[in-house]
Nanobody, 122 residues
Framework: VQLQAYGGGLVQAGGSLRLSCAAS????????MGWFRQAPGKEREFVSV????????YFADSVKGRFTISRDNAKNTVYLQMNSLKPEDTAVYYC????????????????WGQGTQVTVSS
């Protein structure tokens, strides 16, 4: 199974971007898909996650009310809609397939996409 993340780019503060993450390969059986991000000089941090079957969603406090996450089960694709972007949202964003454990912990994910750069200018 491979994850392909795309949709990043350069945007001004207050703008929007939509990231996509498509899973391909053999049967994809993960129960949830998450997004993490890593800014230069900082540790990777949880952003959001969605459960494939029931659609439950969770967000980091820093993005609540600004980001939404959705999925298209038929396409094995998850979307992260990012609105009201701030310069502090600048990071490489990674999608990952959840395996076991807390949704908020990156060690609970066993398949990672290649990352897509999001840059928010002030």
């Amino acid at each position: 199974v491979q994850l392909q993340a795309y949709g990043g780019g350069l945007v001004q503060a207050g703008g929007s971007l939509r990231l996509s993450c498509a899973a391909s390969g053999r049967t994809f059986s993960s129960n949830a898909m998450g997004w993490f991000r890593q800014a230069p000089g900082k540790e990777r941090e949880f952003v959001s996650v969605i459960n494939w079957s029931v659609g439950s969603t969770y967000f980091a406090d820093s993005v609540k009310g600004r980001f939404t996450i959705s999925r298209d089960n038929a396409k094995n694709t998850v979307y992260l809609q990012m609105n009201s972007l701030k310069p502090e949202d600048t990071a490489v964003y990674y999608c990952a397939a959840h395996y076991s454990g807390s949704y908020y912990y990156d060690g609970a994910y066993n398949i990672w996409g290649q990352g897509t750069q999001v840059t928010v200018s002030s």
